[in-house]
């Protein structure tokens, strides 16, 4: 009897725009054409916290070190409740968003990287983590809605470059999300395939 490979956390991160919600979706969906049994969740998540992080974010800023307590808080919960049973039960986790995203977005409103990796100790590593890069010009003409305080040009151009550097340290792999949908979604199924590949027994 073939052995079924180990489930992956698979996350997709990325600037507002950058296609990751699309990207996410289709990934999923490629995925279980090829047979893998998928949870698809993202953060915030829909736990109490993500909710409240929601809300806030709508509608005011607050300083980036209170949104980035928010975010580990619903993090810690998004784990215990959606990400840890999903692959203790077989289930690869496709996830939009996780504490790169604290990372690079409250990084890069000036908040200390250490103290943000320090908040976040409990979050364990992803098996795989995909930068989807876009300039911020080109992002935001995408999004037709406004949905955050968050979503201002320099904000989104600094926060690039906070995931740039992530790249540079070999903590995330960059798909150019510049180039058509198509062609994006192959890059990242490739990627997430081999890495599937490699977790076979």
């Not at 950058?18 to 829909?46: D, I, N, W």
């Not at 890069?108 to 995909?130: C, H, M, Y």
Request: with cysteine; glycine share 4%; net charge positive.
């Amino acid at each position: 009897m073939r052995e079924k490979p180990r489930p992956a956390f698979i996350v997709l991160e990325g600037i507002d725009g950058s296609g990751k919600t699309v990207q996410a979706k289709a990934l999923c969906t490629a995925l279980r054409r090829k047979g893998y049994s998928v949870h698809a969740t993202a953060e915030p998540s829909r736990s109490p916290a993500g909710r409240l992080i929601r809300r806030v974010l709508q509608k005011r800023k607050i300083p980036p070190e209170v949104e980035a307590l928010l975010f580990a808080a619903d993090r810690f919960l998004h784990l215990e409740s959606e990400v840890r049973p999903a692959l203790a039960s077989g289930r690869t986790v496709v996830c939009d968003r996780y504490m790169y995203a604290s990372f690079a977005y409250q990084g890069a409103q000036g908040v200390d990287l250490s103290w943000l990796r320090e908040i976040n100790r409990f979050a364990e590593k992803p098996d795989l983590t995909i930068y989807l890069d876009v300039p911020a010009e080109t992002a935001l003409k995408r999004i037709r809605r406004r949905k955050t305080v968050l979503e201002e040009l320099d904000l989104q151009r600094r926060v690039r470059q906070e995931y740039l550097k992530l790249v540079d340290a070999g903590e995330l792999i960059l798909v150019d999300s510049t180039q058509p949908v198509e062609k994006a979604s192959e890059d990242i199924l490739s990627l997430v395939t081999d890495r599937l590949q490699q977790k076979k027994p």
